[in-house]
C-alpha cells in the first residue's frame, strides 16, 4: 500500500436494492477505479455477481445482482488491485475484510393482514378494536391498520378510523355502526 498522506477511511458503507456505496472521508482519485474482482460482495453469505464499478466524490458505487432485499444481511470485501481506491494524492485506502452494510433497501411486501380481530362495545357509545399484530414477525414496517366500512356486502369501501400497533382505542360508535354494514381491517 503507498501512504503519501493519510490514507482514504471508509465511514459508510450501504446499500439500497442493486447499489451499493462505500463512503470515503475524503474526495477519491476517480481516474483509479478498482476492478470488480477486487470486491466480493455476499448477501445471506451467498456471494452475488458485481457488474459495476464507479467512484463519484468520495464513494465508490458497486453495482450488484442479483438486487438485495429488505431485511437481506450484506458484507462487502476490498482486496487492492492495479488501480486501487486512493486519494489524489495516491495515498491508498486498507482493504476490507467481511465488512457489514447497512441495508436500506425499501419493504416491498405487502404486509399480512391482522390476526384476532375484534370490536368491544364499551360505555358511552363507543367501541374497542384490538388484534394481534402479525407484522412485527413479517418485517414489512406497518405501523397501524385502516378500518374502512362498506354500506353493502361487496361494495366499496370507506375509512373510517386506524388502529395502531399496540393500541386499543375507543371509537365513537356512531362513526362505525350502520344497520347492515361491513367492516374490514387492511
Not at 438486487?67 to 470485501?77: L, M, R
Not at 419493504?107 to 358511552?124: R, W
Request: charged share 15%; aromatic share 6%; hydrophobic share 30%.
Amino acid at each position: 500500500m503507498n501512504y503519501i498522506s493519510d490514507p482514504p477511511e471508509l465511514v459508510t458503507a450501504s446499500i439500497n436494492s442493486g447499489s451499493l456505496s462505500l463512503e470515503y472521508n475524503e474526495s477519491l482519485d476517480q481516474s483509479s477505479v478498482p476492478a470488480t474482482g477486487d470486491f466480493t460482495v455476499k448477501i445471506n453469505g451467498n456471494t452475488v455477481s458485481i457488474t459495476n464499478v464507479a467512484i463519484n466524490n468520495d464513494t465508490v458505487t458497486l453495482t450488484i445482482s442479483p438486487n438485495a432485499i429488505f431485511g437481506d444481511n450484506i458484507t462487502v470485501d476490498y482486496t487492492s488491485g492495479s488501480n486501487p481506491i486512493r486519494d489524489s494524492s495516491g495515498s491508498e485506502s486498507a482493504n476490507l475484510s467481511n465488512q457489514s452494510v447497512t441495508n436500506n433497501t425499501a419493504d416491498t411486501s405487502p404486509p399480512v393482514a391482522p390476526e384476532n380481530v375484534s370490536a368491544l362495545a364499551v360505555s358511552g357509545g363507543e367501541i374497542q378494536v384490538s388484534f394481534d399484530d402479525v407484522d412485527k414477525t413479517q418485517g414489512s414496517g406497518v405501523t397501524s391498520y385502516s378500518i374502512k366500512r362498506a354500506t353493502n356486502s361487496g361494495g366499496s369501501y370507506a375509512e373510517v378510523g386506524t388502529v395502531t400497533d399496540n393500541e386499543k382505542p375507543n371509537l365513537p360508535l356512531q362513526t362505525f355502526y350502520s344497520p347492515w354494514t361491513t367492516y374490514t381491517m387492511c
